[in-house]
């Protein structure tokens, strides 16, 4: 309901003149912009969410790894995780024109971003919960005599998954974000390359609908992993 006020009151101003459209076009302008373009816009989505996934999947799968790492080894831990902080002070609008230096311009530039901005939330979110685990029962399979390994699979790594979605579902937004930031700087197609376009062109109706559409496509994703949460850990629905 408050989105829908929203959207009433910002058609009502553009509608009275109140707000020149050269500067923040109406609803209904950037729907039809969408629908006159929707061709063209689900084919730069196509390669913004094959960037934004492969880099999620690679940083998922690197932030599982280092979380693991630090859980094991408390040396390894303090020698990495002030790096880690580190990477995240360093603003992505900065990163971008380096990568694309080294790197080209070409998919992995892209697809390099986007892991530096989403395997963050997911290494501290499980190494948070991996320390939060029930050390009454690592107590209790230590004294039955379980291995490390057990022990991870059974008590650890089952009490830190709703810490993991958590933290996917940030990640799921910057990936998306990452994908666009990185598409600014060059490519030849990708959400990023044409909001360029229609930028450079003031075309503002088109860009707040590719605007919208990024957000969509955002929030589609964290449903996504929702959905993947519920599927995964049926006995959380049960409690609820």
């Known amino acids: 309901m408050t989105i829908i006020l929203i959207l009433a009151l910002w058609q009502a101003l553009s509608s009275a003149g109140l707000v020149p459209k050269y500067m923040l076009p109406s609803p209904l302008d950037v729907v039809m912009a969408f629908v006159n373009d929707i061709s063209l816009l689900m084919g730069h989505a ?10 999620l999947v690679i940083g998922t799968a690197l ?8 859980d094991r080894f408390n040396l ?20 971008a024109p380096l990568l694309v230096l080294w790197l080209g311009y070409g998919l992995l530039p892209k697809v390099t971003l986007i892991i530096l ?9 499980l ?6 685990a029930d050390r009454d029962a690592l107590d209790l399979l230590k004294a039955m005599g379980a291995t490390r390994l057990q022990s991870f699979v059974h008590i650890k790594l089952p009490g830190a998954l ?25 490519g030849l197609s990708g959400l990023g390359v044409y909001m360029t376009r229609v930028r450079k062109s003031y075309s503002f109706d088109k860009m707040f609908a590719v605007i919208f ?15 993947l949460k519920k599927a995964l850990m049926p006995w959380e629905n049960k409690n609820k």
């Open 46 to 55: 196509r390669t913004t969410l094959t960037e934004a996934l492969l880099g």
């Open 213 to 227: 559409f990024i957000s969509i496509i955002s929030l589609l994703l964290m449903f996504g992993v929702s959905y």
């Open 162 to 186: 709703n810490h993991f979605f958590s933290g996917l579902k940030i990640s799921v937004s910057y990936s998306v974000v990452g994908a666009v930031i990185a598409e600014w700087l060059g």
């Open 117 to 125: 901005t989403t395997f963050f939330p997911i290494a501290v979110s």
């Open 63 to 70: 932030g599982f790894v280092i979380a693991v790492l630090m």
């Open 76 to 95: 390894f831990q303090k020698s990495i995780y002030p790096i880690i902080i580190l990477t995240q002070t360093v603003p992505t609008v900065a990163i």
């Open 127 to 132: 190494l948070e919960g991996f320390h939060s």
